[in-house]
């Protein structure tokens, strides 16, 4: 891996962790179970997209 893609991943690992981050903080003010779920789907989504970039490392 060249170091422009190395700091490519980095990049995509950086915003992985800032939006699941976000949904996190989203979820913990939500009160409405269905909304609740729907951002735990998409953290969760999200966290298994930082693991996929970090194994190109």
């Given at each position: 891996?060249?170091?422009?893609?190395?700091?490519?991943?980095?990049?995509a690992?950086?915003?992985?962790?800032?939006?699941?981050?976000?949904?996190?903080?989203?979820?913990?003010?939500?009160?409405?179970?269905?909304?609740?779920?729907?951002?735990?789907?998409?953290?969760?989504?999200?966290?298994?997209?930082?693991?996929a970039?970090?194994?190109?490392?």
């Amino acid at each position: 891996m060249s170091p422009k893609e190395l700091l490519y991943v980095e990049d995509a690992l950086g915003h992985e962790k800032f939006l699941k981050a976000q949904c996190q903080q989203a979820m913990n003010s939500l009160t409405d179970p269905d909304l609740k779920n729907f951002v735990q789907q998409m953290m969760q989504k999200h966290a298994e997209l930082f693991g996929a970039f970090f194994q190109l490392v």
